[in-house]
C-alpha cells in the first residue's frame, strides 16, 4: 500500500514511517524531515512543539513563506485543496493571509485545529473536512492564490477510504485530480497566481509516470500559463547509498528534490501588480545579526 519514489512497497504505514525518520526514505514527497526545534525559525519551532513526537514530517515553512510573500498581496485569500497538515494553513495566517484548506480526514483537520490553537493569535487558518472534488461547493471563492502540494498518486495511501484519491490506480487519480485543479483555478480571481508543490513518482514497474507534466498540462487546460518552475532540493539523508544499489542493479538515478510550479491566470504582469511590492523583511539586519554571530 505504500511505496518509496523507486517503487519499493511496503505493507505497513509505519514501517515506512520508521525508515523516514532515519532518512532511508520520504514519507510523501513535498516534505522536509526536521530533526529538532532547535534548527527552524519561529513559527517552525511552534509547529513541531506542538506535534506529539519530534521527526515529524512537515511541509517547508520557508517555501510557504516565501510562496506567499511572492505571489500574493497582503491580507490575500488563499485556496488549499490538498491540505494535509497545517504548515501552509499556519504560516498563512502569520504572515496576515486568509487560508482555505479542504482535507478528508477529520482527524487530520482536528490535529490542524489544535496547532492553530497554539501558534495563532488572530485570524485563525480554516480547515474543512471534505472532499476536494466538491471544493467549488465546499469553499466557494473567490480566491487571490491557489497553493498545495497534492497527493503523488498511489505513493503513500492515507486512507481506506474510496473516496481518497490514493487509492485509485493512476488513470483514474489523473481523471479527479485534474478536475480538481480545473474546479479550484475557476475560484482563482483574475491575473492571480497559483504554486503546487509536485515531484515525479515511478509505477510499480520502475518507470516514472510524468507526473509533473501532467499537472502542469492540468492547469494549462483550465486556463493557466506556467510561469516559473523552482527546484526545491530536499534533505539527502541515505540517498548516497541507496541509489547506489538501485543504479547497479536497474540504472536508476536517485532523486531529492520537487518541483516549484508556479502558474499565472490571466495577464503576468497585472498579477505581479496586484502583489505590490515584494515583502522581503529586515533583511540587512538580519544579515548583520547573522555576521555578528559568525564573528563571535
Known amino acids: 500500500k505504500y511505496r518509496?519514489?523507486?517503487?519499493?512497497?511496503?505493507?505497513?504505514?509505519?514501517?515506512?514511517t520508521a525508515l523516514a525518520?532515519?532518512?532511508?526514505?520520504?514519507?510523501?514527497?513535498?516534505?522536509?524531515?526536521?530533526?529538532?526545534?532547535?534548527?527552524?525559525?519561529?513559527?517552525?519551532?511552534?509547529?513541531?512543539?506542538?506535534?506529539?513526537?519530534?521527526?515529524?514530517?512537515?511541509?517547508?515553512p520557508?517555501?510557504?513563506?516565501?510562496?506567499?510573500?511572492?505571489?500574493?498581496?497582503?491580507?490575500?485569500?488563499?485556496?488549499?485543496?490538498?491540505?494535509?497538515?497545517?504548515v501552509r494553513g499556519i504560516v498563512a495566517a502569520t504572515l496576515g493571509r486568509r487560508y482555505t484548506g479542504i482535507d478528508l480526514r477529520a482527524e487530520q483537520v482536528a490535529a490542524n485545529d489544535a496547532q492553530a490553537t497554539e501558534i495563532c493569535e488572530d485570524s485563525?487558518?480554516?480547515?474543512?473536512?471534505?472532499?476536494?472534488?466538491?471544493?467549488?461547493?465546499?469553499?466557494?471563492?473567490?480566491?487571490?492564490?491557489?497553493?498545495?502540494?497534492?497527493?503523488?498518486?498511489?505513493?503513500e495511501r492515507y486512507s481506506d477510504d474510496p473516496a481518497d484519491?490514493?487509492?485509485?490506480?493512476?488513470p483514474a487519480f489523473l481523471a479527479e485530480y485534474r478536475d480538481i485543479i480545473a474546479k479550484s483555478t475557476a475560484m482563482l480571481a483574475p491575473d492571480s497566481f497559483a504554486c503546487f508543490v509536485v515531484g515525479d513518482v515511478r509505477d510499480p514497474k520502475g518507470?516514472?509516470?510524468?507526473?509533473?507534466?501532467?499537472?502542469?498540462?492540468?492547469?494549462c487546460d483550465a486556463g493557466l500559463r506556467l510561469y516559473n518552475d523552482a527546484v526545491l532540493v530536499t534533505?539527502?539523508?541515505?540517498?548516497?547509498?541507496?541509489?547506489?544499489?538501485?543504479?547497479?542493479?536497474?540504472?536508476?538515478?536517485?532523486k531529492t528534490h520537487q518541483n516549484v510550479l508556479v502558474l499565472v491566470k490571466g495577464d503576468a504582469k497585472k498579477a505581479t501588480q496586484r502583489c505590490g511590492p515584494v515583502e522581503t523583511g529586515d533583511w540587512?539586519?538580519?544579515?548583520?545579526?547573522?555576521?555578528?554571530?559568525?564573528?563571535a
Open 124 to 155: 485563525p487558518p480554516r480547515w474543512i473536512v471534505g472532499d476536494s472534488r466538491q471544493i467549488d461547493t465546499l469553499a466557494p471563492g473567490p480566491y487571490d492564490f491557489v497553493f498545495s502540494c497534492p497527493p503523488y498518486a498511489d505513493l
Open 235 to 254: 534533505m539527502v539523508g541515505s540517498l548516497p547509498i541507496r541509489a547506489g544499489k538501485q543504479f547497479a542493479s536497474g540504472r536508476k538515478l536517485g
Open 165 to 170: 484519491l490514493s487509492t485509485l490506480d493512476y
Open 207 to 219: 518507470y516514472y509516470r510524468n507526473f509533473v507534466a501532467d499537472t502542469i498540462t492540468a492547469f
Open 21 to 60: 525518520r532515519t532518512g532511508n526514505s520520504r514519507l510523501s514527497h513535498g516534505t522536509t524531515w526536521v530533526e529538532g526545534v532547535e534548527r527552524t525559525d519561529e513559527v517552525s519551532g511552534k509547529i513541531l512543539a506542538a506535534q506529539p513526537q519530534s521527526g515529524t514530517s512537515i511541509f517547508d
Open 62 to 86: 520557508v517555501l510557504c513563506e516565501l510562496a506567499y510573500r511572492w505571489f500574493t498581496p497582503p491580507g490575500a485569500s488563499v485556496l488549499d485543496p490538498f491540505a494535509g497538515g497545517s
Open 4 to 16: 518509496t519514489e523507486d517503487g519499493k512497497a511496503f505493507k505497513s504505514q509505519s514501517r515506512l
Open 284 to 295: 540587512q539586519a538580519a544579515i548583520e545579526g547573522w555576521l555578528d554571530t559568525e564573528d
